[in-house]
Each structure stands twice: as C-alpha cells, then as structure tokens.
C-alpha cells in the first residue's frame, strides 16, 4: 500500500504564494506519476498539475504560469508551489500517484490508484 500525506495548505492574501508538500510512503516507487487535484466546495475535483514518468508535466489552464508542480524521487516528495494565488484558488488539494507503466501524469482522476486526504487552502481577497 502507498500513503500519501499533504501539507503546507493555510489561508493567505491574494497574491500570496503556498508551497504544497506531499509526503509518499509505503510502497511507493519513484517512477509513479503523481499529481494534485482540488475540490471547491459545491464542485467537482479538478486536476490541477500532474508530473510524468519521464518528468513532463502538465497544468491545468486556470494555474498555467503560476503553480509549479515539482518532485523529489530521493525523499519520494511532491511539491506545489502556488504562486499569485487568487480567491478562486481556496480548496481542499490532494495529492494523487498513479503506479501504472502507461501513466502520463495526466489531470484525469480516473488513472490514479492512491490520494492523500487533502490540505486546505484559503485565498482572501
């Protein structure tokens, strides 16, 4: 079994910056792809950025130039760093890894076999 533990969510100004931390253990292995999705209250979870087998990643339109996914396959870490946060940014993020020899670090939440319960953040403008 893989554990996935998140933190570093908190409630931060507008334009304020959070780093996400994901701690993975377990039977994790370092070339599971992994991602994190978010879920508003009242909406459907959504996949915000996602990390390949081979490094490529991948972001959701509404993060694109501000969040950056990032790995650490020594510490068997993932990151977020979320920069020029905005209101609409305040969710639940988890944290997702997916141990498939196809995975892509797609933003679907179907490929992923195991998540994390979740860190809140909260944007005030």
């Known amino acids: 079994q893989v554990q996935l533990v998140e933190s570093g969510g908190g409630s931060v100004q507008a334009g304020g910056s959070l780093r996400l931390s994901c701690a993975a253990s377990?039977?994790?292995?370092?070339?599971?792809?992994m991602a994190w999705f978010r879920q508003a209250p009242g909406k459907e979870r959504e996949g915000v950025a996602g990390?390949?087998?081979?490094?490529?990643?991948m972001y959701a339109d509404s993060v694109k130039g501000r969040f950056t996914i990032s790995k650490d396959n020594a510490k068997n870490g993932l990151y977020l760093q979320m920069n020029s946060l905005k209101p609409e940014d305040t969710a639940m993020y988890y944290c997702?890894?997916?141990?498939?020899?196809?995975?892509?670090?797609?933003?679907?939440?179907?490929?992923?076999?195991?998540w994390g319960q979740g860190t809140q953040v909260t944007v005030s403008s």
């Open positions: 997702a890894a997916d141990r498939s020899l196809y995975c892509r670090g797609g933003l679907l939440q179907s490929p992923y076999d195991y």
């Open positions: 377990g039977s994790v292995r370092s070339n599971y792809c």
């Open positions: 990390i390949g087998r081979d490094g490529s990643r």
